[in-house]
T-cell receptor, first 113, second 118 residues
Framework: EAQVTQNPRYLITVTGKKLTVTCSQNMNHEYMSWYRQDPGLGLRQIYYSMNVEVTDKGDVPEGYKVSRKEKRNFPLILESPSPNQTSLYFC????????????FGQGTRLTVV | KNQVEQSPQSLIILEGKNCTLQCNYTVSPFSNLRWYKQDTGRGPVSLTIMTFSENTKSNGRYTATLDADTKQSSLHITASQLSDSASYICVVRALFMNYGGSQGNLIFGKGTKLSVKP
């Protein structure tokens, strides 16, 4: 089954403790991205990757890092999480950066206390 | 500035009733527009895509319209069901002209939260 898989689905952590949210897609898509979703603000792009070893900042990149060592995986790294990073995170992929449909993962609800 | 505005922000209707959600955009040049349905706590899923030449497209009880001249789209839900309770997100893709840029030029609306009550 074609899908985007995120882990974990839920995470509660403390301020400053490094964490990684994994994202994997099995559709051989080139383009992957991370979004955060907050009430009243909609989906905002954090980082995106157009292909292996090609990543760039989205609209709200501060406090986040990503890597794209393999085509299928696109982890999101929070080196020193802060409470303002409490949010619902989504990973998405499209066949290419011009793909018309984004396929989203199930989401990761992160709480930083 | 490329923007997508959705209205209303939230909507409550009774089961079996119809409703219409609105999406206005200022994205240019326009490529296509998608409506996504997002169940609470889950990722958005595409309902339908509208390209420049399409005026109306149906997907079951969902009918999307597009007026490219006025840059407006609507999503009409007929005979609503409890399972229609979700957020509906309008996403417009700009026709990408130059190399670089974020999102592959996807501009997201903030969504309309629909609640269908029994």
């Amino acid at each position: 089954e074609a899908q985007v898989t995120q882990n974990p689905r839920y995470l509660i952590t403390v301020t400053g403790k490094k964490l990684t949210v994994t994202c994997s897609q099995n559709m051989n898509h080139e383009y992957m991205s991370w979004y955060r979703q907050d009430p009243g603000l909609g989906l905002r792009q954090i980082y995106y990757s157009m292909n292996v070893e090609v990543t760039d900042k989205g609209d709200v990149p501060e406090g986040y890092k990503v890597s794209r060592k393999e085509k299928r995986n696109f982890p999101l790294i929070l080196e020193s999480p802060s409470p303002n990073q409490t949010s619902l995170y989504f990973c998405a992929s499209t066949p290419t950066r011009f793909g018309t449909e984004a396929f989203f993962g199930q989401g990761t609800r992160l709480t930083v206390v | 500035k490329n923007q997508v505005e959705q209205s209303p922000q939230s909507l409550i209707i009774l089961e079996g009733k119809n409703c219409t959600l609105q999406c206005n955009y200022t994205v240019s040049p326009f490529s296509n527009l998608r409506w996504y349905k997002q169940d609470t706590g889950r990722g958005p899923v595409s309902l339908t895509i509208m390209t420049f030449s399409e005026n109306t497209k149906s997907n079951g009880r969902y009918t999307a319209t597009l007026d490219a001249d006025t840059k407006q789209s609507s999503l009409h839900i007929t005979a609503s069901q409890l399972s229609d309770s979700a957020s509906y997100i309008c996403v417009v893709r700009a026709l990408f002209m130059n190399y670089g840029g974020s999102q592959g030029n996807l501009i997201f609306g903030k969504g309309t939260k629909l609640s269908v009550k029994p």
